[in-house]
Nanobody
Framework: QVQLVESGGGLVQAGGSLRLSCAAS????????MGWYRQYPGKQRELVAS???????NYADSVKGRFTISRDAAKNTVYLQMNSLKPEDTAVYYC?????????WGQGTQVTVSS
């Protein structure tokens, strides 16, 4: 059974920074892709950033230049460094990990950016 445990969300002022972490526990899997999604109330989850096992990254246009995704393969952990945060970044952020056959989600962590 795989669990993705997220941490690092919270309340920050506009222009501030937060770092999200997501650790995969109970895993014998090697994840091909790990990433972060976010969800606004009443909307579908949208990709924020992802990183492959080879280190290739992909970012939503809205966060390019402000957010950085990284991964510690040995710890099965993915990080999202969020800088220059804006009120429109306020959302629930979900960790995602994928193998060829399975997709796993974290429970979500709230990020709130005040203006």
């Amino acid at each position: 059974q795989v669990q993705l445990v997220e941490s690092g969300g919270g309340l920050v002022q506009a222009g501030g920074s937060l770092r999200l972490s997501c650790a995969a526990s109970g895993s014998g899997f090697s994840f091909s892709v790990m990433g972060w999604y976010r969800q606004y109330p009443g909307k579908q989850r949208e990709l924020v950033a992802s990183i492959t096992s080879g280190g290739s990254t992909n970012y939503a246009d809205s966060v390019k230049g402000r957010f950085t995704i990284s991964r510690d393969a040995a710890k099965n952990t993915v990080y999202l460094q969020m800088n220059s945060l804006k009120p429109e970044d306020t959302a629930v952020y979900y960790c995602n990990a994928r193998t060829v056959m399975y997709t796993f989600w974290g429970q979500g962590t709230q990020v709130t950016v005040s203006s």
